[in-house]
């Protein structure tokens, strides 16, 4: 099984800073990439659509013999990952959340911690409850930023005017003295510039080396780590546009063809 493929999904292209940060961190592994972009985005959908969407790519990845699978979407990782791993127990599964809460619990005390991400990751209060139960001197601040992960999906960013409704966000009184700045996005990365330059000497917490880090432990772990220097990728999406295309090489950091596949209507 260590030469099979490592499953990575997100509701859109955001999640392939993920799997860059796979490929670097973990150069002999293959990847199957599923961007579910016919749905996006996935932070305004309910949770039983989440919930039903990701479970159907889980599937799809692990019939396609992947050794383990990432949640690379942290609307989905608060949604439906305790979903997925009920209903598929054969493989490990992975989440973008549990890395970045055990790297803040570990590394920040008596802090105000900022968390930016879409309307379903922070209204599910996920990273307030699970770094509460890890660490009770932290003060967090969740805000909702839902225009961005569109935004960057269509390619609006580096821009003035993506640069304006970033502002806007960070402006939000929820934000003011905080000491880090979780980017609850996996989109966000492509920001994280235009981000930093807004605030003077704070902490903008990127998931993806964090997240790498994390899998490479985890898989070395359960002796899953490929040991041969073939690795293949494949990327797919359930929806094309030239836009997606385009974006998807930035995101990448990587020129890279994306397949089309709409699993809903092959079955």
């Given at each position: 099984m260590s ?18 940060a796979i490929?670097i961190?973990?150069?002999n ?16 959908k ?7 969407y990701?479970?159907?790519i889980?599937?799809?990845l ?19 990952y ?36 879409t309307?379903?990751?922070?209204q ?14 932290l ?15 269509e390619?609006f ?7 304006t ?6 402006n939000?009184?929820?934000l ?9 996005c ?5 920001i994280q510039?235009?981000?930093?330059s ?7 917490i990127d ?61």
């Amino acid at each position: 099984m260590s030469k099979n493929p490592i499953g990575i999904f997100d509701s859109g292209i955001g999640g392939l800073t993920i799997a860059h940060a796979i490929k670097i961190k973990l150069p002999n592994e293959s990847l199957i990439y599923f961007g579910d972009t016919k749905h996006l985005p996935y932070g305004e959908k309910s949770e039983q659509a989440i919930k039903d969407y990701s479970l159907k790519i889980a599937d799809f990845l692990k019939n396609n013999n992947c050794k383990a699978i990432i949640i690379a979407c942290n609307s989905a990782s608060s949604a439906a990952y305790y979903h997925i791993k009920k209903n598929i127990n054969s493989i490990p599964i992975y989440n973008v959340i549990d890395p970045i809460v055990s790297f803040i619990s570990k590394k920040y005390f008596n802090k105000k911690i900022g968390v930016i991400g879409t309307k379903a990751t922070i209204q599910s209060g996920v990273y307030k409850r699970k770094l509460s139960e890890k660490e009770t001197t932290l003060e967090i601040a969740s805000l909702e930023t839902p225009l961005l992960a569109p935004m960057i999906e269509e390619g609006f960013f580096n821009q003035e005017i993506s640069s304006t409704i970033i502002k806007n966000y960070l402006n939000d009184k929820k934000l003011d003295k905080i000491d880090a700045l979780v980017l609850a996005c996996t989109h966000y990365p492509l920001i994280q510039n235009e981000i930093k330059s807004f605030y003077n000497k704070i902490d903008v917490i990127d998931a993806s080396e964090i997240v790498a880090e994390h899998i490479k432990k985890e898989l070395s772990k359960l002796k899953l780590l490929n040991q041969a220097n073939n690795p293949k990728f494949n990327f797919i999406i359930s929806n094309f546009t030239e836009s997606f295309s385009k974006s998807a090489n930035i995101f990448f950091k990587e020129n890279i063809s994306l397949e089309e596949k709409d699993i809903w209507k092959s079955n």
